[in-house]
């Protein structure tokens, strides 16, 4: 199979877009009491089970370096967002925990972020595309995932 000129235009418009919109919602989350990287380890720890999730995994998940992730822990440590537990299946393992006072956070923005997500996403594709988008893309993913 060759690149045509289709799937490159496709490619660009993918990190066009990504790029673009991690730009609005960033802006959009300056006047809020977290950034949108807090928030995404925020939604990523209400999801996991008992809210933790080991640091390693954590840092997968919200795609930043070991080292990245310690430093934005630190500071979500500092604003009791989140707080570090040693594992207990693993003993040179550190879990990340999702405080009460981090969801709390979480949901007080969550509306305001679902509303940003009608303006920059929704207002411009309806249902169906939204469901061929996100299969379009789940498939990228899962390429992706296989190297």
Do not use: C
Not at 13 to 39: G, N, P, Q
Not at 108 to 130: G, K
């Amino acid at each position: 199979m060759t690149l045509s000129p289709s799937h490159l235009q496709a490619f660009r418009s993918l990190l066009e877009a990504h790029a673009r919109l991690l730009v609005a919602l960033d802006d959009r989350f300056r006047d809020r009491e977290i950034s949108l990287t807090f928030y995404d380890v925020l939604v990523h720890l209400s999801e996991a089970p008992d809210r933790r999730l080991r640091m390693q995994e954590l840092a997968q998940r919200v795609l930043l370096s070991k080292s990245g992730l310690t430093r934005l822990v630190d500071r979500m440590e500092q604003g009791n967002l989140v707080r570090r537990e040693a594992s207990d299946r693993d003993a040179r393992g550190i879990n990340a925990v999702l405080t009460d006072h981090g969801l709390a956070t979480l949901e007080a923005a969550v509306p305001a972020h679902r509303q940003d997500l009608v303006d920059l996403v929704s207002s411009v594709i309806d249902e169906r595309e939204a469901d061929e988008l996100a299969e379009l893309l789940g498939r990228i993913r899962d390429r992706a995932l296989e190297d």
